[in-house]
């Protein structure tokens, strides 16, 4: 029997493929293509939200990680000089710091000292990206030194910046009276005018509660449209450079400088209802603050209006609106570090 041969010029394996049936290809209907579609479509508002949220949580720990290294940067600096945290505020105003904003101050300390670049360790989260106290009026009013734009552009380079908020605490301890109607020379009308103040905070001042309960710094409340830096040429939104003081408040029969006012250490992170405080809308409710200790601590927004608030009342014999805090009572002290009488 003799075998069949492919044609001249035709391959074996031509001869095999065509020897059947000619294969057919077939499309995608436009049915299948618009099923495809809105499969891939809602897995993508699945996962969108989820990644926002893995985000998020990034930039926090990201925070948490420079609240915590200034804070033990802060330590080291006391360690190192007789107990002070920090020379005082970074401001230039010769009324509300102690010198120039590149010599004193907690920013220059730490810069100048070799402990860490504050501008290197900005919280990721905040609109903010500089320090209020870097806008061009506010540091040359009355200012130790006279700064340039270029000047500031080189302060921002060399990492003298920063948008967390210092405490109160740290910049000056106590006033140096017991009551803002107090008579005399002293007589204190504005409790961040370092003239009115004990001075930078020591170790060895936190006498009437634990380290661990006094805040050395938070996430700034970012400002909106006043004490904005420029930026070579780029205009940024300022933040709160330090927290309020204390409020006046009543104790036994005489006005008296009473708890903390800690609304300017706002939430930077989370995302909750949207609200207006002060013409802007806020989403965040969560904020985080670094101790004296060294630790860092996260607080919630539960009250959902923007800040870590207080309410008005009495309580330990003191009156005031800030008798007790919303969210932060019990976990972060409010009272006088120095002298007896309103310690919680």
Request: hydrophobic fraction near 35%; charge should be positive; include cysteine.
């Amino acid at each position: 029997m003799t075998q069949a041969h492919a044609p001249l010029g035709t391959s074996v394996i031509t001869a095999r493929c065509s020897s059947g049936p000619r294969a057919r290809l077939r499309g995608f209907t436009l049915i299948e293509l618009l099923v495809v579609i809105a499969i891939i479509a809602l897995l993508v508002g699945i996962l969108v939200p989820s990644l926002a949220g893995a985000r998020d949580a990034a930039r926090q720990s990201k925070c948490g990680s420079a609240l915590r290294q200034l804070s033990i940067a802060a330590g080291t600096h006391a360690a190192d000089r007789k107990g002070l945290f920090s020379t005082g505020a970074a401001d230039n105003r010769r009324e509300y710091g102690n010198g120039a904003f590149d010599e004193k101050g907690w920013i220059a300390d730490y810069v100048n000292g070799g402990y860490c670049k504050p501008g290197g360790l900005l919280c990721p989260s905040s609109p903010s990206q500089a320090s209020q106290n870097l806008n061009i009026g506010r540091i040359n009013d009355n200012g130790y030194k006279s700064f340039t734009p270029t000047d500031i552009d080189r302060l921002i380079d060399e990492g003298y910046n920063s948008n967390y908020n210092q405490s109160w605490y740290m910049a000056h301890t106590d006033t140096k009276t017991r009551s803002p109607v107090a008579p005399g020379p002293v007589n204190p009308s504005d409790v961040k005018l370092h003239r009115f103040n004990v001075g930078p905070m020591k170790d060895s001042s936190i006498r009437n509660t634990t380290p661990s309960k006094v805040p050395l710094f938070g996430d700034g409340t970012s400002l909106v449209l006043q004490d904005t830096v420029t930026y070579k040429g780029q205009i940024i939104t300022g933040a709160k450079a330090l927290s309020d003081g204390p409020e006046r408040g009543a104790l036994g029969s005489g006005i008296v400088w009473g708890r903390q006012n800690y609304t300017d250490f706002g939430p930077a992170h989370g995302k909750g209802s949207v609200i207006t405080v002060e013409n802007a809308n806020h989403q965040s409710n969560v904020g985080q603050m670094g101790f004296s200790d060294g630790h860092v601590e996260v607080f919630f927004d539960t009250q959902r209006d923007g800040q870590f608030g207080g309410t008005t009342g009495t309580r330990n014999g003191y009156t005031g609106q800030l008798a007790e805090y919303h969210e932060l009572e019990n976990k972060v002290f409010g009272g006088w570090l120095l002298r007896a009488g309103l310690n919680y």
